[in-house]
């Protein structure tokens, strides 16, 4: 496992985007919309890991309801690893509870689980497996 990313969840994405463009001296490599979850996200590359900022586009997205309940910061920690089932059994073996044990489509072309925070130490973790490439 590696740390391949932070969410910071924010409430407007172009002043945001702005903001840390500056702050790291680069822009954004990729902005992507994941309407199924209702979020624009925006990532920037720091070394091995990135950043990712996350606005709301739904009013009652993940993001939205995060934003109106805590503000604008970090919402989650991604973990990258090589194989999203062994790990999701192997964490299930371990007691962590799921949000859903089912993969789904993320951004920056990951298949994506997150484990409860209740589980976690009340910090939202992020399992993601890069897509494999698909043969023409």
Do not use: W
């Amino acid at each position: 496992m590696k740390i391949e990313h932070l969410g910071i969840a924010v409430k407007c994405l172009s002043q945001s985007d702005d903001l840390f463009a500056r702050l790291l001296g680069k822009p954004n490599y990729k902005q992507e919309s994941v309407e199924r979850e209702g979020v624009t996200t925006s990532f920037y590359e720091l070394g091995e890991s990135k950043l990712e900022l996350l606005e709301a586009s739904q009013t009652e997205s993940p993001i939205a309801k995060f934003l109106e309940k805590k503000g604008e910061g970090i919402h989650h920690i991604a973990f990258g690893v090589t194989d999203l089932k062994t790990e999701i059994e192997r964490l299930k073996k371990e007691g962590f509870v799921f949000i859903s044990e089912e993969p789904k489509d993320g951004a920056d072309n990951k298949l994506v689980v997150f484990l409860h925070p209740k589980s976690t130490n009340g910090v939202l973790v992020e399992l993601c497996q890069e897509k494999p490439q698909k043969v023409l």
